[in-house]
């Protein structure tokens, strides 16, 4: 029998979020119905009042009124968007989520749809993602909920699932269907649209830029900068404070209060994210690489590419170059 799956639509929804999962589960379901298999899915996009769903950029997708909540089924999708915060606020809708999640196999959240979820209180006292530029805000917001930015997906509790932003929700589907019909399966749907990967939930968000802010005294911005430019530079503690002009501890201070974070650990991102660029666009061994990017060794690399990513540059290397 097909598996019913139910994508909520609301206004100035992320398009990706929920076209993404649309195509996964309607992808498979063409590979199982040519390979003659009855149970693929069936997907539907409904909203509070059945009206078509404006996305953030306009795009207008047509829905059905939201259904009995009782109604059983497979896979309930909660996008995420721009227009999130008013959705969270509408209680009619949160109301359904709520009412309907006890009646569904699986929930899933796309990037900031976890703030729907949580909203619902089905994330209470589990792990979960979003989108990295939102996870300190649903940390602070539902203060039971375990965030962690970094993971491509999580499954967050036996019935619930929560993808980081945008792509991540083709990911996720992609999960899903693999573990209702294999990997051949999923495999088939990638590659039909044209995925050159097909992402692992434990893998970090490597979409997320390497972005800190800047700092307001111009001698502190003016080490970032310095740090920035040749990263493969020692950049001892003493070095640094001497081109601020202030003495090691008082520096230390001070960047760390300006930048959000020490020194050396802004050193070592720095380092990480030159590394990186350079495993995506030369053949250089993984040696080369290292010191060239001021590690010293490709064992000290190594060490903060599974820190900082969540994998080792060799496997890296595999995945991005």
């Not at 994330?123 to 996870?135: E, K, Q, S, V």
């Not at 792509?167 to 996720?172: R, S, V």
């Not at 960047?255 to 666009?281: D, S």
């Amino acid at each position: 029998m097909t598996k019913p799956v139910l994508i909520v639509g609301f206004p100035g929804i992320q398009a990706l979020d929920l076209v993404g999962p649309f195509e996964v589960f309607t992808g498979a379901s063409h590979y199982l119905a040519a390979a003659g298999a009855d149970d693929g899915y069936r997907v539907t996009i409904a909203s509070v009042d059945g009206q078509p769903v404006h996305t953030g950029t306009g795009l207008a997708l047509v829905a059905e009124p939201l259904p009995d909540p009782c109604t059983p089924r497979d896979t309930l999708v909660l996008p995420g968007g721009f227009g999130t915060e008013a959705a969270v606020a509408d209680a009619e809708l949160i109301d359904w989520v709520r009412a309907a999640a006890p009646h569904t196999r699986r929930v899933v959240s796309v990037c900031t749809g976890a703030f729907l979820a949580a909203e619902a209180g089905l994330l209470d006292g589990c792990p979960a993602t979003t989108h990295w530029a939102f996870a300190d805000t649903l940390a602070k917001r539902y203060p039971a909920v375990r965030v962690d930015p970094d993971p491509i997906f999580v499954r967050s509790s036996p019935r619930v699932w929560t993808a980081a932003g945008v792509t991540a929700g083709i990911d996720l589907a992609l999960a899903l269907v693999e573990d209702d019909h294999g990997t051949e399966a999923a495999q088939t749907v990638a590659r039909w649209m044209v995925m050159y990967l097909r992402r692992p939930g434990g893998q970090t968000q490597f979409a997320a830029p390497v972005w800190m802010p800047r700092a307001r005294r111009a001698p502190i911005r003016g080490v970032q900068e310095a740090i920035e430019a040749e990263p493969g530079r020692a950049h001892r503690i003493s070095d640094l404070a001497q081109r601020a002009a202030m003495s090691p501890r008082h520096f230390t201070r001070v960047f760390t209060t300006e930048v959000g974070e020490a020194p050396g650990t802004y050193v070592e991102r720095i380092r990480t994210e030159a590394a990186r660029r350079q495993l995506e666009e030369t053949g250089d061994t993984v040696t080369v690489v290292a010191a060239r990017c001021g590690f010293g060794t490709a064992e000290t690399m190594r060490r903060s590419f599974i820190r900082r990513l969540g994998v080792s540059p060799d496997q890296y290397r595999r995945t991005f170059s």
